[in-house]
């Protein structure tokens, strides 16, 4: 029997920060107000209003990835969690986000310190700048250079396809040069033992009893062994003899 063996779930890091805020209008408008945006699980007393976002849970499905908002008549609270396997900086950047458009949907009933929230955002923009090392120029110019390779690559590649389209006419045009000569050759090649013999004849006749085979295949373009095939089965025949 397999030993059972025990997994331990990695738990994902709480975080916290406050910033100062002023109650102008109330928790229930605002409740009202925020359910549009269908984000939220929402909860208001007459002191407290709660905003919970459950991103993801575990596999005993518990809250895992979420967060918490806290708005009082004196500050707004915001407490999430953050992933092992995820960047701290990021997740925060993410929520000071989210927290931002909450709050400009109820800019008529809910004030911030501006100067302190203020902060917060820079100090987490200012995080994230940090945390761009050398390394990370180096990546961002090793992209470039790739990148006007890839498009010297993509011009060459371009010139490539012309030139193949260009070679593949010339092939198309020599392969239909070939066809048309070989059809002219088969043509040539089909006379008969007859018609070369009466061809040859006529040839010698007009020529004061002489045959030039080099001229005789250039006129009629035909192969020279095949002329001397004929000439020679014209005198096995007694057709013609040869002098000298």
């Known amino acids: 029997m397999e030993e059972l063996k025990q997994i331990q779930i990695a738990e ?8 100062n805020g002023r109650l102008i209008g109330t928790f229930e408008a605002m409740a009202n107000r925020l359910k549009s945006l269908n984000m939220f699980e929402i909860t208001y007393e007459s002191k407290k209003l709660i905003l919970i976002n459950v991103e993801s849970r575990d596999i005993k499905k518990n809250p895992y990835i979420f967060f918490i908002i806290t708005f009082t008549d004196k500050s707004v609270n915001v407490e999430y969690s953050v992933a092992p ?3 701290e900086k990021l997740r925060r950047l993410f929520i000071i986000k989210t927290l931002t458009g909450i ?6 009933n809910y004030a911030i310190d501006n100067s302190e929230f203020y902060q917060q955002i820079d100090s987490s923009i200012d995080s994230i700048l940090q945390s761009l090392s050398q390394s990370y120029s180096s990546l961002f110019s090793n992209y470039d250079a790739i990148l006007d390779e890839y498009k010297e690559i993509k011009k060459l590649n371009i010139e490539l396809m012309n030139s193949n389209k260009v070679l ?3 092939s198309t045009k020599l392969t239909e040069e070939k066809d048309l000569f070989k059809e002219k050759l088969d ?7 007859e018609s ?3 061809m040859v004849q006529d040839w010698i006749e007009s020529h004061n009893n002489t045959i030039d085979i080099g001229e ?4 009629y373009i035909l192969p020279q062994p095949r002329i001397e095939q004929i000439i020679n089965k014209m005198v096995s025949l007694g057709y013609i003899k040869l002098k000298g």
């Open 168 to 170: 593949i006419a010339q």
């Open 196 to 198: 070369l013999m009466v």
């Open 216 to 219: 005789f295949s250039k006129d």
């Open 12 to 19: 994902p890091s709480i975080h916290t920060f406050t910033t």
């Open 103 to 108: 709050l400009s949907f109820v800019t008529d």
């Open 187 to 193: 043509k040539l090649e089909k006379y008969s033992d």
């Open 85 to 87: 396997d995820s960047s």
